[in-house]
């Protein structure tokens, strides 16, 4: 029976999206982001279902807590334990998640230890863990990488997750081993839609791995004739890298960070992450201006939101 693609196929073609990012993608940063410029699909931070299983939501502090106006959204899951990846699933159709997407590309050692990029060297599991996934009814797709030590391992893998009829397949244009170290190999792409358009020509193809914006995105998709691209750190480079023209001032990105700023402290109740882990996006705002350099500096030596906004309105005061 065909992958269920309703929320899917609502999509705009080509589409942008915003990949999932560990400790960046939770319910305070997808609302920066939409303030600053939505992307047409929401992704959730990556869970673990083993952890989920045993220890229940304190074990994965707020990663699939969302909000009503956030639509559509696709919850991220990861494991190498099939059964627990079904009851997973379950809860996130329970929680109102419009898909599942199962993360087959992680490389830090905590998650291949059982799952992420190590199911590209155990494609039975793969298999398994998308069944499982399968079974809450949601739509499922792949989110993964062009091999685990080398490129030469990229066509059976793909050829192997297409085949279970996924709704979409995401592509980061990497191997494990290389990380983030090399340019992503979008020379590679071409292959990956050929193979797409072969075996399952119904699954959704998203490239993903050093895209700027979307105007750099529309010149792959053009260039490779995708689906869509997934957009990760080139946000911490523009939080306004969605839009379809980015014209923004100082003034702006630093209003930005105020929401920022306000939504920590809104949902820190749920997402209970430390004052210091904000400061990492300090220089996603302060950035391109006079006197940013000196401003963030001074950001980084604050200890709570309200220094940070009285740092700020002195500042902006000032002019």
């Avoid at 155990?122 to 091999?147: F, M, N, Y």
């Avoid at 940070?308 to 902006?316: E, H, N, P």
Wanted: aromatic share 8%.
């Amino acid at each position: 029976m065909p992958a269920t693609q309703t929320i899917w196929d609502d999509l705009p073609r080509p589409f942008f999206v915003l990949a999932p990012m560990e400790a960046v993608t939770d319910v305070v940063f997808r609302h920066v982001i939409a303030r600053a410029a939505a992307p047409d699909l929401w992704f959730t931070e990556f869970t673990n279902a083993t952890g989920w299983v045993h220890a229940g939501d304190k074990a994965i502090r707020g990663r699939l807590y969302k909000t009503d106006d956030e639509h559509p959204i696709i919850a991220q899951i990861w494991g190498g334990e099939p059964g627990d990846m079904e009851q997973l699933a379950a809860h996130c159709r329970e929680l109102g998640f419009d898909g599942i997407d199962i993360n087959m590309g992680c490389p830090v050692k905590s998650a291949i230890k059982s799952g992420g990029s190590a199911l590209i060297r155990k494609p039975e599991l793969a298999i398994e863990a998308i069944k499982a996934a399968k079974t809450a009814g949601l739509p499922v797709s792949v989110k993964t990488r062009i091999g685990y030590s080398s490129t030469d391992e990229m066509e059976q893998w793909v050829k192997t997750l297409l085949e279970q009829d996924i709704v979409a397949l995401t592509v980061h244009l990497r191997t494990k081993r290389e990380m983030s170290k090399v340019p992503a190999h979008w020379e590679l792409m071409p292959v990956i839609k050929e193979i797409r358009d072969r075996v399952a020509p119904q699954t959704l193809l998203i490239g993903n791995g050093d895209v700027r914006d979307r105007e750099h995105g529309q010149q792959l998709i053009d260039e490779t004739g995708i689906d869509g691209v997934m957009i990760g750190r080139g946000v911490f480079h523009n939080p306004y890298a969605f839009a379809k023209d980015t014209p923004h001032s100082a003034l702006g990105s630093l209003s930005l960070l105020q929401h920022h700023l306000d939504l920590y402290d809104q949902y820190h109740v749920v997402t209970t992450r430390p004052f210091d882990t904000l400061k990492r996006f300090f220089k996603v705002y302060v950035r391109d201006f006079d006197g940013a350099g000196e401003l963030r500096n001074e950001l980084m030596q604050t200890s709570s939101t309200d220094e940070v906004r009285a740092i700020l309105d002195s500042f902006i005061s000032k002019g």
